[in-house]
């Protein structure tokens, strides 16, 4: 599959053409971050995924290649699903499930490896697990990783037999052999009827198990995008995941992301990339982008920390070179126009306040009250033209806000990270200004903007 780079952003990673979904096989190889994701080149629907290829020297500019994986063996015809990669003697392991549909319609999965000596061709290996008793076909992404005892661990999202979530592991002593080891839950919980790609990051003090729920019904302010995305805290050792019983949380507060994953980058960052969508079909088929051939992209690249309890997401330091025009803005309220190009935003609360509110480009709307602390997003659904809303309950005052934006693209980061917000946004070409206003005796917004280039 050759390709031709889709410039239709800046600096998300985006499918050359067709449909983009899951970041898969996320690695720094010999110097060179290598983003693989889920790919359909021949359309903008769910049809046969590929695994596409981009590389990156500094997380910002990407190089697109010709496709890793293609679906054209027996043990994957029906698609190279997710998976992840690790480095092993000097050579680039992939690990990614194919998926195998029979003229009738009956689902086979396999746990498939690929291996490659220079990071850009790569040779499929097959199948190097058997499938366990007790769990349906829906057995996919497996995510390996090297444990404290050096052996590897390789954890499959599931679903067991009585149609409930679960998630699996493996181990191996070579990548080749592996050994069923069992649920890595040391507690059985009801969570969904399917668990899809999850990932465990060992982040100071605490390992973070996350993965993608389906089957959560909405509750408040939880739940409401059609799939979700969270987290459990606990130890993963031996296999097993001794989950300290704290809620699961979602990681995203917003309309679009779904299925992350996470790597450690030669600086010892804990990066992460994750899918900015998961959406009914409706919302798929009116996205304005299928005009243009493409549909999708990956989120900006996180670090991702551990702190007070929660998951704290920043966008990463290379983002900063991408700086240009700076703008300046302090009061009470104030209107900014926002450039043609991508875009970053930050604001800081000065003073105790009562409201804040944002109203971007005539669309998208934030608004935050402090009786409440409850902070929301609201936007128009261009499928249904119906406004929508997300929100979440903040821990403590409102007292900064950082927005990444492109032309159909937002994420916001509140108070340094402790919250985020993943959305698409359609505005009209002509609406090109933000309008903020604060109110409380002596609160302030400091607003500090660039144009991204
Ligand atoms: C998540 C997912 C994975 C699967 C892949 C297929 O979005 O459904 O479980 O491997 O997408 O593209």
């Known amino acids: 599959m050759g390709l031709e780079a889709n410039k239709s952003m800046e600096y998300h990673v985006l499918p050359p053409k067709g449909l983009l979904n899951d970041p898969n096989g996320l690695i720094c190889y010999k110097g060179i971050y290598h983003v693989f994701f889920q790919w359909n080149p021949h359309g903008t629907d769910h049809g046969f995924k590929y695994w596409g290829h981009a590389t990156s020297r500094d997380l910002v500019n990407y190089e697109y290649h010709d496709a890793a994986l293609e679906p054209v063996d027996w043990f994957d015809k029906n698609g190279c699903y997710s998976g992840s990669s690790i480095e092993h003697d000097g050579k680039l392991y992939l690990f990614y499930t194919g998926n195998v549909k029979s003229d009738e319609g009956i689902r086979t999965n396999y746990q498939c490896a690929a291996v490659s000596e220079d990071g850009m061709s790569f040779r499929k290996i097959g199948p190097v697990t058997r499938h366990p008793e007790g769990y349906t076909q829906h057995m996919r992404d497996p995510k390996v990783m090297k444990g404290e005892d050096g052996s590897f661990y390789m954890v499959l999202g599931a679903q067991r037999d009585d149609l409930t979530g679960d998630t699996v592991a493996y181990r191996s002593?070579?990548?080749?052999?592996?050994?069923?080891?069992?649920?890595?839950?040391?507690?059985?919980?009801?969570?969904?009827?399917?668990?899809?790609?999850?990932?465990?990051?060992?982040?100071?003090?605490?390992?973070?198990?996350?993965?993608?729920?389906?089957?959560?019904?909405?509750?408040?302010?939880?739940?409401?995008?059609?799939?979700?995305t969270g987290y459990y805290t606990g130890c993963f050792q031996g296999g097993r995941f001794h989950w300290d019983g704290q809620p699961f949380e979602e990681m995203d507060k917003g309309f679009e992301f779904y299925a992350p994953q996470t790597f450690v980058d030669g600086r010892g960052r804990t990066i992460l990339f994750g899918w900015m969508g998961t959406m009914p079909s409706e919302m798929e088929a009116a996205m304005p982008t299928v005009r243009e051939g493409w549909i999708h992209h990956l989120t900006l690249p996180r670090v991702i920390s551990f702190e007070g309890g929660k998951l704290i997401q920043t966008p990463v330091e290379e983002l900063v070179?991408?700086?240009?025009?700076?703008?300046?803005?302090?009061?009470?309220?104030?209107?900014?126009?926002?450039?043609?190009?991508?875009?970053?935003?930050?604001?800081?609360?000065?003073?105790?306040?009562?409201?804040?509110?944002?109203?971007?480009?005539?669309?998208?709307?934030?608004?935050?009250?402090?009786?409440?602390?409850?902070?929301?997003?609201?936007?128009?659904?261009?499928?249904?033209?119906?406004?929508?809303?997300?929100?979440?309950?903040?821990?403590?005052?409102?007292?900064?806000?950082?927005?990444?934006t492109e032309e159909t693209s937002m994420e916001i980061f509140i108070n340094g990270g402790e919250e985020v917000f993943s959305l698409r946004y359609f505005a009209k070409d002509e609406d090109r200004n933000i309008s903020m206003e604060i109110e409380g005796a002596e609160a302030g917004i400091e607003a500090v903007s660039y144009r991204l280039e």
Not at 385 to 401: H, M, N, P, Y
């Open 173 to 228: 002593a070579d990548l080749i052999t592996w050994e069923f080891l069992g649920s890595i839950m040391s507690v059985r919980e009801k969570l969904g009827y399917m668990w899809e790609c999850p990932d465990l990051l060992r982040l100071e003090g605490k390992d973070v198990f996350v993965f993608s729920p389906q089957g959560l019904e909405p509750e408040g302010d939880r739940f409401n995008n059609i799939f979700q």
């Open 321 to 404: 070179g991408l700086r240009c025009e700076k703008e300046e803005k302090h009061g009470r309220s104030m209107d900014l126009d926002i450039p043609d190009r991508a875009y970053e935003l930050n604001i800081k609360i000065k003073g105790p306040l009562d409201t804040f509110g944002l109203v971007y480009r005539n669309e998208v709307r934030l608004s935050f009250e402090s009786t409440e602390r409850r902070f929301t997003v609201e936007r128009t659904n261009w499928a249904t033209s119906l406004r929508e809303v997300r929100g979440v309950k903040l821990d403590g005052a409102l007292e900064s806000i950082t927005i990444y």
